[in-house]
T-cell receptor, first 111, second 115 residues
Framework: DAKTTQPPSMDCAEGRAANLPCNHSTISGNEYVYWYRQIHSQGPQYIIHGLKNNETNEMASLIITEDRKSSTLILPHATLRDTAVYYCIVGISSNTGKLIFGQGTTLQVKP | EAGVVQSPRYKIIEKKQPVAFWCNPISGHNTLYWYRQNLGQGPELLIRYENEEAVDDSQLPKDRFSAERLKGVDSTLKIQPAELGDSAVYLC?????????????FGPGTRLTVT
């Protein structure tokens, strides 16, 4: 599975969009990009995933570059409850399901 | 819909004592995972079950850790004897399996402190 690189921390003002970047330059053609987040004292929570097209759900949008070497998770209107560690993970959908978590990005949403 | 249930939420034991964690996955989820999360780190997979079969236990320290998933539903993870380095949060997750294996649903975890 490809490795990912994320900034260790980011701040965002409440109500503004939070844009969390992720580099995955060694991603293979059949590997998906998955995003999870972990709020303090809770288990990780699945957010969204994508292969090559941009994806949107009720929680967030995922923008994947055309060369697929990087992606951005967008929380359109961040709230204080979005403060969490965000993990970008790359893997093959039909593979082992072994999520390899890196250090993630700690997003602090400030009032 | 009920989420993944884990118990206990917290456990404090002395080293060399045994300890067990219990997990009940989301109904209908065939795949169950146990992860360990050390302080400040991301979770690491210990074992994965497909129904009642352990299909990936390569990261499970088999000298002291054991797990079972009888009847392919709930699961128990045991440590015997516990060591100081086992202090961590133990997370259980489940998924539908097949092509949804990366969409995993996690429980709140059990925080283990070994003194």
């Amino acid at each position: 599975d490809a490795k990912t690189t994320q900034p260790p921390s980011m701040d965002c003002a409440e109500g503004r969009a939070a844009n969390l970047p992720c580099n995955h330059s060694t991603i293979s053609g059949n590997e998906y990009v998955y995003w999870y987040r972990q709020i303090h004292s809770q288990g990780p929570q699945y957010i969204i995933h994508g292969l090559k097209n941009n994806e949107t759900n009720e929680m967030a949008s995922l923008i994947i570059t055309e060369d697929r070497k990087s992606s951005t998770l967008i929380l359109p209107h961040a709230t204080l409850r979005d403060t969490a560690v965000y993990y970008c993970i790359v893997g093959i959908s039909s593979n082992t399901g072994k999520l390899i978590f890196g250090q993630g990005t700690t997003l602090q949403v400030k009032p | 819909e009920a989420g993944v249930v884990q118990s206990p939420r917290y456990k404090i034991i002395e080293k060399k004592q045994p300890v067990a964690f219990w997990c009940n996955p989301i109904s209908g989820h065939n795949t169950l995972y146990w992860y360990r999360q050390n302080l400040g780190q991301g979770p690491e997979l210990l074992i994965r079950y497909e129904n009642e079969e352990a299909v990936d236990d390569s990261q499970l320290p088999k000298d002291r850790f054991s797990a079972e998933r009888l009847k392919g539903v709930d699961s128990t993870l045991k440590i015997q004897p516990a060591e100081l380095g086992d202090s961590a949060v133990y997370l259980c997750a489940s998924s539908l399996g097949d092509y949804s294996t990366y969409e995993q649903y996690f429980g709140p975890g059990t925080r283990l402190t070994v003194t």
